[in-house]
């Protein structure tokens, strides 16, 4: 996936890391890199930094020739050679080349000293004829992937914004299409913030002191205040777009930021409705199952729970969350859910929590109460437990590993209590200590008519450094095949890799699946994004960042996987002498989701991760008295593997921006229907929106074909909100 993403931002060329299993170790050399679409880039390898700084004429002459004699021994394969003249790591350009060049130049016919750009490189290289290999695979990360978790709580604070901000951004859209104000200049401040603080290390050479103080609290910065706007950005556009409908009495509108109907739990915070009353689903008169559930203790794994429970004894509207289902919920859209105050007969659930035991219609969930941990997780439907019953750990269990030792240790001193206990959410709490962690409070819930097991973790982290910490989840898949979510792309470990890459950890976006033709388990990781698979293998962050080295540090990468469906979620890590923070500490919260299903269609498993990192947007109104109906949907796709990435104001003003990913391999027709706006015209664009070619719209729809793993960007004109420039933020455009 990385190599579309690089093609497709206009870019043909990139400099990359590789293996000696690409060429031989020391020499220079070029591939093409083909990425799952079928397109390519060329990439050059010249290992290490490539750099070669010589201060003056006199030492180009001494060291050129012998370095030139060695390429040639080595069998280099084309007539030029690239260096980076910039001192080594983080040092700014210096002047000296171009002196030094031009006086080679003048005492010299042969070879070249050119003072010029990559671009330039790689066009020469290209026209070279050389045969070069073509490689394909994602290379997963040794270090900057690692080094994120040095900083676990912002980290999943911006990976959950990842999600935030792109729904944040469809109902601006949404929003600014029917006729409000498009929030330009907060977005353009949220995405400059969300990829500040994902920039690889922002971390001093000396990663201690007020000086680092300083440091991390610029680079913090910017993963709350992503945060925060697209909170901002999400709450206000919903709330303007609810206002738009016509509901008489007291509603909760339910917005869907997804590409696909789903029913799903909503989760209302500081509920403020007193009394009995019900909740109606408008389409069927039905009454809703509905909940409160409380914050009564500040050690509660949700977000700010701790917040919320304190400044609940003095707003106590601060400590009452409403849940409930909301069926059928319309794609892009929303669904307004009528409260009608009054005592009713809610019809009974499956919900039953007793002792070590939850379950609902699809699961059957036991914890140990000695470890805390999931011991079985038996699936009604499909008549399969999910647990692997030889493993060691189980499912949700704590790990944590000793860096110098490769010692582990778990929960002591463990309690298992009763949680929630209601029509909507039943739950166990598990509470325990570790080494590193004294309070951890553990809570597996299940929900009435929704297929998944969630669970939550709340650590309190101390600040011994060289602890690592990861959650097991042990499944008991026979002859599994992992599979998960990476940069637009679906990754099989091994297969799908450059070869002689890392095999250590992966970086998954929000999915993965372990599954074997038969029955399969999908995973959904809310703020970390890195997973061991198949085993708990030794940490492999070079020798630039780590501190201590690890136990059997160096080993060799699999050349396939172990054969057990086990993924150990590696949550937190503090081993660094550069660049990365050596300790962390304070509370974390890491949150999970499982479900399962028949066969190896990844389908659930990416429904899963879209879900469980976009959950529905509540809005409560009354009596409004707008034009849009009580229910409806403004964006509907065809078929249903192609995944909606972008929603979005165009930049020049000029309608709406999609960008559309097919995601099983295969071409596509894909035919796209805006409901509830006039579609006046489309074009297809590239990244930069800037007009391809036109697209029919007939009846109200787009269609156009889409190859495999392709992504493709619309232009939608919307009758009476296309400008012919763009505006400065805070624009109203008038339709």
Same mark, same amino acid.
């Given at each position: 996936?990385?190599?579309?993403?690089?093609?497709?931002?206009?870019?043909?060329?990139?400099?990359?890391?590789?293996?000696?299993?690409?060429?031989?170790?020391?020499?220079?050399?070029?591939?093409?890199?083909?990425?799952?679409?079928?397109?390519?880039?060329?990439?050059?390898?010249?290992?290490?930094?490539?750099?070669?700084?010589?201060?003056?004429?006199?030492?180009?002459?001494?060291?050129?020739?012998?370095?030139?004699?060695?390429?040639?021994?080595?069998?280099?394969?084309?007539?030029?050679?690239?260096?980076?003249?910039?001192?080594?790591?983080?040092?700014?350009?210096?002047?000296?080349?171009?002196?030094?060049?031009?006086?080679?130049?003048?005492?010299?016919?042969?070879?070249?000293?050119?003072?010029?750009?990559?671009?330039?490189?790689?066009?020469?290289?290209?026209?070279?004829?050389?045969?070069?290999?073509?490689?394909?695979?994602?290379?997963?990360?040794?270090?900057?992937?690692?080094?994120?978790?040095?900083?676990?709580?912002?980290?999943?604070?911006?990976?959950?914004?990842?999600?935030?901000?792109?729904?944040?951004?469809?109902?601006?859209?949404?929003?600014?299409?029917?006729?409000?104000?498009?929030?330009?200049?907060?977005?353009?401040?949220?995405?400059?913030?969300?990829?500040?603080?994902?920039?690889?290390?922002?971390?001093?050479?000396?990663?201690?002191?007020?000086?680092?103080?300083?440091?991390?609290?610029?680079?913090?910065?910017?993963?709350?205040?992503?945060?925060?706007?697209?909170?901002?950005?999400?709450?206000?556009?919903?709330?303007?777009?609810?206002?738009?409908?016509?509901?008489?009495?007291?509603?909760?509108?339910?917005?869907?930021?997804?590409?696909?109907?789903?029913?799903?739990?909503?989760?209302?915070?500081?509920?403020?409705?007193?009394?009995?009353?019900?909740?109606?689903?408008?389409?069927?008169?039905?009454?809703?199952?509905?909940?409160?559930?409380?914050?009564?203790?500040?050690?509660?794994?949700?977000?700010?729970?701790?917040?919320?429970?304190?400044?609940?004894?003095?707003?106590?509207?601060?400590?009452?969350?409403?849940?409930?289902?909301?069926?059928?919920?319309?794609?892009?859209?929303?669904?307004?859910?009528?409260?009608?105050?009054?005592?009713?007969?809610?019809?009974?659930?499956?919900?039953?929590?007793?002792?070590?035991?939850?379950?609902?219609?699809?699961?059957?969930?036991?914890?140990?109460?000695?470890?805390?941990?999931?011991?079985?997780?038996?699936?009604?439907?499909?008549?399969?437990?999910?647990?692997?019953?030889?493993?060691?750990?189980?499912?949700?269990? +704590? #790990? &944590?590993?000793?860096?110098?030792? /490769?010692?582990?240790?778990?929960?002591? =001193?463990?309690? $298992?209590? %009763? *949680?929630? @206990?209601?029509?909507?959410?039943?739950? +166990? #709490? &598990?509470?325990?200590?570790?080494? /590193?962690?004294?309070?951890?409070?553990? =809570?597996?819930? $299940?929900? %009435? *008519?929704? @297929?998944?097991?969630?669970?939550?973790? +709340? #650590?309190?982290?101390?600040?011994?450094?060289?602890?690592?910490?990861?959650?097991?989840?042990?499944?008991?898949? %026979?002859?599994?095949?992992?599979?998960?979510?990476?940069?637009?792309?679906?990754?099989?470990?091994?297969?799908?890799?450059?070869?002689?890459?890392?095999?250590?950890?992966?970086?998954?976006?929000?999915?993965?699946?372990?599954?074997?033709?038969?029955?399969?388990?999908?995973?959904?990781?809310?703020?970390?994004?890195?997973?061991?698979?198949?085993?708990?293998?030794?940490?492999?962050?070079?020798?630039?960042?780590?501190?201590?080295?690890?136990?059997?540090?160096?080993?060799?990468?699999?050349?396939?996987?172990?054969?057990?469906?086990?993924?150990?979620?590696?949550?937190?890590?503090?081993?660094?002498?550069?660049?990365?923070?050596?300790?962390?500490?304070?509370?974390?919260?890491?949150?999970?989701?499982?479900?399962?299903?028949?066969?190896?269609?990844?389908?659930?498993?990416?429904?899963?991760?879209?879900?469980?990192?976009?959950?529905?947007?509540?809005?409560?109104?009354?009596?409004?008295?707008?034009?849009?109906?009580?229910?409806?949907?403004?964006?509907?796709?065809?078929?249903?593997?192609?995944?909606?990435?972008?929603?979005?104001?165009?930049?020049?003003?000029?309608?709406?921006?999609?960008?559309?990913?097919?995601?099983?391999?295969?071409?596509?027709?894909?035919?796209?229907?805006?409901?509830?706006?006039?579609?006046?015209?489309?074009?297809?664009?590239?990244?930069?929106?800037?007009?391809?070619?036109?697209?029919?719209?007939?009846?109200?729809?787009?269609?156009?074909?889409?190859?495999?793993?392709?992504?493709?960007?619309?232009?939608?004109?919307?009758?009476?909100?296309?400008?012919?420039?763009?505006?400065?933020?805070?624009?109203?455009?008038?339709?």
């Amino acid at each position: 996936g990385s190599e579309m993403c690089i093609r497709d931002r206009g870019y043909k060329v990139h400099n990359f890391w590789d293996e000696g299993a690409i060429f031989p170790r020391g020499r220079p050399g070029a591939f093409w890199w083909e990425g799952p679409d079928g397109s390519r880039i060329l990439v050059y390898y010249q290992g290490g930094y490539g750099v070669w700084t010589p201060g003056s004429y006199e030492e180009v002459m001494e060291e050129l020739p012998g370095m030139l004699e060695e390429l040639e021994g080595r069998g280099y394969p084309f007539d030029a050679v690239r260096f980076a003249y910039n001192g080594g790591d983080n040092h700014p350009p210096d002047g000296r080349c171009s002196i030094i060049a031009r006086e080679w130049n003048e005492r010299w016919a042969y070879p070249k000293l050119i003072v010029g750009t990559n671009s330039m490189f790689f066009r020469h290289i290209e026209g070279c004829g050389a045969e070069l290999p073509v490689v394909r695979g994602e290379l997963p990360d040794t270090d900057y992937v690692v080094g994120a978790i040095s900083s676990a709580r912002e980290t999943g604070i911006n990976r959950i914004t990842h999600s935030a901000l792109p729904a944040a951004e469809a109902l601006a859209a949404v929003g600014w299409a029917l006729g409000d104000r498009y929030p330009e200049g907060e977005l353009k401040r949220a995405w400059e913030d969300l990829i500040l603080f994902d920039e690889h290390t922002w971390g001093m050479a000396w990663p201690a002191g007020r000086r680092q103080d300083w440091n991390w609290s610029d680079k913090s910065k910017h993963a709350y205040r992503a945060a925060a706007l697209a909170e901002s950005i999400l709450i206000r556009s919903a709330e303007r777009i609810a206002r738009r409908i016509k509901a008489e009495g007291e509603h909760i509108v339910v917005f869907n930021p997804l590409s696909f109907r789903r029913t799903d739990v909503v989760r209302l915070e500081g509920v403020g409705i007193e009394g009995p009353f019900r909740i109606v689903d408008p389409e069927t008169g039905r009454t809703l199952p509905h909940q409160i559930s409380h914050i009564d203790r500040p050690q509660l794994p949700r977000p700010y729970a701790a917040d919320r429970y304190a400044l609940g004894q003095v707003y106590r509207r601060g400590l009452r969350d409403l849940l409930f289902v909301a069926p059928d919920l319309p794609p892009m859209g929303y669904k307004a859910f009528r409260i009608v105050r009054g005592r009713s007969s809610e019809p009974e659930g499956s919900l039953r929590a007793e002792g070590n035991l939850i379950e609902n219609e699809f699961y059957r969930v036991e914890v140990d109460p000695s470890t805390g941990a999931v011991t079985s997780i038996f699936d009604k439907e499909l008549g399969r437990e999910l647990v692997d019953g030889e493993g060691r750990w189980g499912v949700n269990r +704590l #790990i &944590v590993r000793e860096t110098r030792t /490769g010692r582990i240790e778990t929960l002591e =001193e463990v309690e $298992l209590e %009763e *949680g929630e @206990k209601g029509p909507v959410r039943a739950s +166990l #709490i &598990v509470k325990g200590r570790c080494r /590193g962690c004294p309070q951890v409070v553990q =809570e597996i819930a $299940l929900y %009435e *008519g929704i @297929k998944r097991v969630e669970l939550c973790n +709340l #650590i309190l982290k101390d600040s011994t450094p060289f602890l690592e910490l990861f959650f097991a989840f042990q499944f008991g898949v %026979e002859s599994p095949a992992f599979r998960f979510e990476g940069s637009c792309s679906v990754i099989e470990p091994i297969r799908d890799q450059l070869p002689g890459s890392n095999t250590d950890y992966y970086a998954v976006q929000r999915w993965a699946d372990v599954s074997n033709g038969e029955i399969g388990v999908a995973f959904s990781p809310l703020e970390p994004h890195l997973v061991e698979l198949g085993d708990l293998y030794p940490g492999y962050v070079s020798q630039a960042h780590h501190g201590v080295p690890w136990i059997d540090y160096g080993h060799e990468f699999l050349r396939e996987m172990p054969g057990k469906a086990h993924i150990y979620s590696f949550a937190l890590v503090s081993n660094f002498r550069t660049n990365f923070r050596p300790s962390q500490h304070g509370e974390l919260l890491f949150r999970y989701s499982i479900s399962s299903h028949e066969g190896g269609d990844l389908r659930r498993a990416r429904e899963l991760g879209q879900a469980f990192h976009s959950p529905p947007i509540p809005v409560p109104i009354e009596d409004a008295d707008g034009d849009l109906p009580p229910a409806g949907s403004f964006l509907e796709i065809e078929p249903p593997d192609l995944l909606l990435l972008t929603l979005k104001r165009a930049e020049d003003g000029r309608g709406l921006i999609l960008r559309l990913m097919e995601a099983e391999g295969r071409e596509v027709r894909a035919v796209v229907r805006m409901p509830l706006f006039e579609v006046s015209g489309a074009f297809k664009t590239n990244l930069a929106e800037e007009d391809l070619e036109p697209i029919p719209v007939r009846d109200g729809e787009i269609a156009f074909e889409v190859g495999p793993f392709e992504i493709v960007t619309i232009r939608a004109l919307i009758a009476g909100r296309s400008l012919s420039s763009p505006r400065r933020s805070g624009a109203c455009p008038k339709g």
